[in-house]
């Protein structure tokens, strides 16, 4: 399982927890009922929706703060996996060996991948707090456009502001999440080079045993 030990220095600095957060959080008061998304509004609208539904969600729930990685996948599955578009996160992180994979094949590395992420990074919601805050900067894109990278800042208690951006694809249902980079790390790319280890040295069977293995 290589691309678990390629991951550790990754999991072991700070980038962890701000890509957890990244992933769907940013300020709201607990007290506030969550706010409409509109798939179609312009991107940062979008994004300033989901993400403060998200941290809303988290904050509320004693649960997912203490780690609880059952909770954490439930509330993720609410309020954040409806907006991302895994099967294109998991398509592009795979390559070109995507289309060597099975359907079935495709299916059980979307569904393996879809819990690694949130296992790997459900440390990060047990730093919430009353301090961490993203900060939806303004839409400099074409709001017309495919495609589109929202950016925004994240505060936290104990370190500096740091720069988190989102890419968006505009769907038939309206805008999806499927890439996001945290102080210059793009998730895909990073995933994409690991999965390609994987897949060279297991096969594509070898990549989504390895990802399950992490799931359990």
Known sequence: MSYIRTLTPLLH???????GLALGLSMLAPTQAALPVDTKAVPNDFMEAVANNMLNAVK???EARN??????HALVEQYALPYIDMTKTTRLSTGRYWKQASAEQQRRLVDAFTGTLIRTYSGAFTRVDQISKIEILPFRGDPE???AVVRSTLSQRNGPSAAVDYRLERTDAGWKIYDLNVEGIWLIQNYRNQFAQEINRNGIDGLIKALEQRNQ
């Open 145 to 147: 456009a495919k495609d």
């Open 60 to 62: 509320n729930d004693t």
């Open 13 to 19: 600095s700070g980038r962890s927890i701000l890509l």
């Open 67 to 72: 780690g609880n990685t059952t909770r954490i």
